[in-house]
């Protein structure tokens, strides 16, 4: 059977992500391994009535083939949306819908990525989005990324050794895997970049609405003034991500061609969720909904560093993210997480988190850890993050015996 397999399905895609999530916790277990909003957070009662709302008001045509696009009232709140969360001034014209931003980044990468094309990545990097562009074979170049996001120095070192560069993938607010925010500053640079080597920006940022401290930024997108910057989010993290809804905001030359390869993956995201969705924005205040999540989340993330604060040793660094669901340890060079995980972590202390290798376009950093914050109580976190701090720490001094002896 091996051969009858496209390369595509070889190249490693499945194994980034079922290396994210492996060993079994059982039910008393932490898990700091998780990605996923907080279910208790659902509006589930007002969805309903949204998907009630959307077959009164729409009828029949809820159950026909609709447009690829998506359903135009939603585009047409969203580009309020838009314009009121990331100042991005937009069209309906310039936005597709999509199913979940996942769907966005694939559909973005076949768009644009041929065989060894170079692409620019966060160094570490959200593991869907590389599992999504493995399949296209790009070569990849990491940037690292800096407390106040990705080093532009590194960046623009690249861009004038590499004039074929076409696309840098970032997740500029709340970065998963490391919490880290683009600064101001940088997002402005960036996009003078984008236009001085010609390149264009993929700027993903699910959890850009999700601050709990600090004041919002405007997207990289709201800076583009030629067209470089395509703009992708999603529902998923604010609201509920089994709607499977995402979108796109970019030039109509762009959103014209994605059209055409979203009609060859599915001819369209299903109308009567995308109704659904714009009933519940019509009828509820997504903007209300949003902020009555952010005080748990910010006590989460609050608690997590104290912990961290407390108990982690000297030699172990992490970020200090302002929203978002993801903290970033980085540990001396000689521990290997992976083994940490599966030897110390899972079976002894029944804790989970995401060990560092997957996030990296080359798999070739072994020492760093994905916290999550958001799926997890207080306790859990006191508890479990103790745990983790006293396993790093015998594993930190192990490694220095060994190298005295
Ligand atoms: C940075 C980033 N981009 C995109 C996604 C995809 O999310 P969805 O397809 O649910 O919108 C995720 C999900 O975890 C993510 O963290």
């Not at 340890?329 to 992976?338: M, S």
């Amino acid at each position: 059977m091996g051969d009858i397999f496209a390369d595509r399905v070889v190249v490693g895609s499945e194994d980034r992500l079922a290396e994210m999530f492996g060993g079994d916790l059982g039910n008393e277990g932490i898990k700091f391994s998780a990605g996923n909003p907080n279910a208790q957070f659902f509006p589930v009662t007002e969805m309903k009535q949204a998907f009630n709302h959307a077959i009164e008001a729409y009828g029949n045509q809820m159950f026909e083939y609709q447009t690829v696009s998506g359903f135009s009232q939603l585009r047409r709140q969203l580009t309020t949306w838009a314009e009121q969360t990331a100042q991005i001034s937009t069209t309906p014209a310039n936005i597709l819908l999509t199913q979940g931003g996942q769907q966005a980044l694939d559909l973005i990468g076949k768009l644009l990525l041929n065989a060894g094309d170079e692409i620019v990545v966060e160094a570490p990097t959200y593991v869907g989005a590389l599992s999504a562009f493995d399949q296209y074979d790009p070569r990849y170049y990491d940037v690292a990324l800096e407390p106040d996001g990705l080093n532009l120095t590194q960046l623009e070192h690249l861009l004038q050794h590499h004039p074929g560069i076409k696309l840098l993938y970032t997740v500029p607010d709340f970065h998963n895997p490391t919490g880290v925010t683009m600064s101001l500053a940088k997002r402005k640079r960036l996009v003078t970049l984008a236009e001085k080597y010609d390149f264009l920006i993929l700027e993903d940022t699910p959890y850009r609405d999700l601050r709990y401290k600090g004041k919002q930024l405007p997207a990289i997108k709201s800076f583009d003034r030629q067209g470089h910057v395509l703009f992708v989010s999603s529902f998923s993290k604010i609201l509920m991500p089994g709607l499977r809804v995402g979108w796109v905001v970019a030039d109509q030359a762009i959103i014209q061609r994605l059209r055409k390869l979203k009609t060859s993956s599915d001819l369209e995201t299903p109308g009567l969720v995308l109704a659904a969705l714009e009933q519940y924005m019509e009828h509820n205040d997504l903007k209300k909904h949003i902020a009555g999540m952010l005080p748990t989340y910010r006590s989460r993330l609050e608690a997590m560093l104290a912990v961290l604060d407390e108990t982690m040793p000297a030699e172990v660094e992490y970020t200090r993210p302002e929203g978002g669901f993801f903290i970033w340890l980085t540990l001396p060079d000689a521990i290997n997480v992976q083994k940490l995980l599966n030897e110390t972590c899972i079976p002894e202390d029944k804790i989970s988190f995401v060990p560092g290798k997957v996030f990296y376009a080359h798999k070739d950093q072994q020492n760093g850890i994905r916290l999550n914050f958001s799926g997890v109580s207080e306790e859990q976190i006191k508890l479990g993050i103790t745990k983790l701090s006293n396993s790093l720490r015998q594993a930190i001094m192990l490694k220095k015996v060994k190298i005295a002896l």
